[in-house]
């Protein structure tokens, strides 16, 4: 299981995370649950340890399961409790920052953008999602 969250800043800007592994790629701020810790707790936790920012989780935008790995994502908007400028808190990112909704940088996944666009979508009734494997738009 794994929690991420969706944080706009007062320009409706969303906050994204630059990976140090892998295809270096953007992503929400999140990543897989710990022993004994609810998908709210993780998205929490992994926004702070990646970007030292605290926030409230608040709405759950959406749950995606993940048949390769057997793994389920749930996706919250959240808000910064004290407005703190990210920065990179942890050697697996690289660079955070709030990006133009319209102007997403690369490389980015489908599935991270299919959450952004979920999440702001006022589509409150279908919260399940079966996802296939990661397409990149580079």
């Keep these: 299981m794994g929690g991420a969250a969706i944080i706009l800043d007062s320009e409706g800007r969303i906050l994204l995370v630059k990976h140090s592994y892998g295809k270096n790629n953007w992503d929400l701020p999140g990543g897989k649950s710990e022993k004994n810790e609810s998908a709210e707790e993780t ?9 030292g920012i605290q926030v409230k989780v608040g709405r759950l935008t959406g749950i995606y399961y993940d048949p390769n790995y057997d793994m389920h994502h749930f996706a919250f908007i959240s808000k910064s409790e004290c407005n703190q400028e990210p920065k990179p808190c942890s050697p697996e990112i690289l660079e955070c920052r709030y990006c133009s909704i319209d102007d997403l940088p690369k490389p980015i996944s489908d599935f991270t953008i299919r959450r952004i666009q979920d999440a702001l979508s006022d589509d409150g009734e279908h919260l399940f999602h079966t996802i296939g494997p990661r397409q990149w738009v580079e």
């Design 43 to 51: 998205a929490k936790r992994e926004v702070f340890e990646e970007t």
